[in-house]
């Protein structure tokens, strides 16, 4: 048994596929291409399981349907590995367990195996960058933060990795609102790991919450020569540098980073559909006018409308139908919302059930009149949005929608209600003041309306 720098354990003795396998987890961490780490490791070793296995997670992560069925394949394959390896090692096994309860659509589950492996081992780098990423999937920033506490005691400055795991450690210290704790830990993380865009990222997240806006435009331009060594999230720290651009109310800059990094060309990634929609989503809120950019994410999303395998995916999916016209096909994505939604198999229907499915209503119920003869409890499906998974900032463009929708409604109660629960994640910002511009104006118009309607009744009397 050989152990790697980042600590993970390995029945091969092939020092190429151990180096390539480093590779490959030096690229996960560093939110960089993996190029062909994992081939050139295989090709030294065709039995190196966790090579294997990383490579059936990095395709169930993807969220769709199609990645799903092909990680279950690649799950059968590194069953069948670990069997010739007489069961493997300890880091071996977490993995693929990991791998085929994802599979089956139990991220949480694997998560929860995952964290057991890490009681044993808690230098297992890639194992707690794996917790953390189905923790952050599945909307538990608590657990996610409660993993990298528990490892940390084990670690010091010379463990392979330590860096980007204080990149970790910063970002659940910022989704669980630890603002302070979580930018030192992030700065920190960043001095000893500069390749860290994930810890880089936590920092601008605690200045976005705090509402640092000029500060963390600068920081995140600052970093603009990282963003071109990293796979697609560079476009995603583009995202973020829009979100402070829009706080500054500079719509046309927001408009060119979207043309030129955020959705440069045409992408079936969900993440750089969350990225893209919920930009022009929000300059929409605004009033600003986006010209045909819905169209190419239009023809993105209709090859997802019968696709709800991962809620956050689809709400975005969603967005870019619904705002783009194609009602027929954001009706049938709700459609397999609600279906997911009543199979209550696996996490995601669940997450469907309790959120996904009444969220996309009040979506579409936003452009298509025929849908909004229901009622929303828009408090509570504001109070429930967490489960959907990803981030306060990237969930954020719902909370503004039921904000807006409740405003639209004239309903004050509700609004209030929405804006306490946002305001627990991030400072007031100018958003609040255009959606009680628009309360105003709608109650006005109904008093205007209802004033209207006395004086023609008395006229006839």
């Known amino acids: 048994m050989k152990t790697d720098r980042f600590g993970g354990q390995h029945t091969s003795s092939s020092e190429p596929a151990i180096a390539a396998f480093e590779d490959a987890v030096t690229a996960v961490a560093a939110h960089k291409p993996l190029g062909d780490s994992i081939n050139i490791a295989l090709e030294n070793d065709p039995d190196f399981c966790a090579a294997i296995a990383l490579k059936g997670i990095g395709t169930i992560l993807l969220a769709k349907s199609a990645d799903i069925s092909a990680g279950r394949q690649i799950a059968k394959d590194a069953r069948a590995c670990l069997k010739r390896l007489h069961n493997g090692t300890p880091s071996e096994r977490v993995l693929v367990e990991a791998l085929e309860l994802s599979a089956g659509g139990s991220m949480k589950a694997a998560a929860d195996r995952v964290e057991d492996h890490l009681i044993l081992h808690p230098r297992d780098f890639l194992a707690v960058k794996l917790a953390h990423a189905l923790r952050f999937m599945s909307g538990q920033p608590e657990k996610m933060l409660a993993t990298t506490a528990t490892v940390l005691p084990a670690w010091s400055d010379d463990t392979g990795g330590y860096g980007f795991l204080l990149g970790c450690h910063a970002f659940g210290l910022e989704e669980c609102g630890h603002y302070r704790e979580a930018e030192a830990t992030g700065r920190k993380g960043v001095t000893i790991e500069p390749a860290d865009a994930w810890g880089l990222h936590a920092v601008s997240h605690v200045m976005e919450m705090n509402l640092r806006t000029d500060e963390g435009a600068l920081w995140l331009e600052a970093s603009r020569s990282l963003w071109p060594k990293c796979n697609n999230f560079g476009f995603h720290l583009a995202w973020h540098l829009s979100l402070f651009r829009l706080e500054q109310g500079d719509h046309q800059s927001v408009?060119?980073?979207?043309?030129?990094?955020?959705?440069?060309?045409?992408?079936?990634?969900?993440?750089?559909?969350?990225?893209?929609?919920?930009?022009?989503?929000?300059?929409e809120q605004e009033g600003v006018n986006v010209g045909d950019r819905w169209e190419m994410l239009r023809d993105i999303a209709v090859n997802h409308r019968r696709d709800a395998t991962y809620v956050f995916a689809a709400l975005h999916f969603l967005m870019a139908l619904v705002a783009a016209g194609d009602h027929l096909a954001a009706l049938e994505l709700v459609d397999?919302?609600?279906?997911?939604?009543?199979?209550?198999?696996?996490?995601?229907?669940?997450?469907?059930?309790?959120?996904?499915?009444?969220?996309?209503?009040?979506?579409?119920?936003?452009?298509?009149?025929t849908t909004t003869g229901r009622s929303h409890d828009l408090a509570g499906v504001a109070e429930r949005m967490q489960m959907i998974g990803g981030s306060h900032a990237q969930r954020d463009v719902f909370l503004r929608t039921l904000m807006m929708t409740a405003a639209n409604a004239g309903d004050r109660q509700q609004l209030d209600a929405i804006n306490r629960i946002r305001s627990n994640q991030r400072c007031t910002d100018r958003f609040v003041g255009l959606v009680e511009l628009r309360l105003t104006s709608i109650n006005t118009s109904d008093i205007k309306h209802e004033m209207s309607e006395m004086t023609s009744s008395t006229m006839f009397h």
């Open 255 to 283: 408009l060119e980073l979207y043309d030129r990094e955020i959705a440069p060309t045409p992408s079936q990634d969900f993440r750089d559909m969350a990225n893209a929609a919920s930009t022009l989503w929000r300059l």
């Open 336 to 369: 397999e919302l609600h279906a997911s939604a009543e199979r209550r198999k696996g996490d995601q229907c669940a997450v469907a059930a309790s959120v996904g499915a009444e969220m996309a209503r009040i979506i579409v119920a936003t452009r298509i009149e």
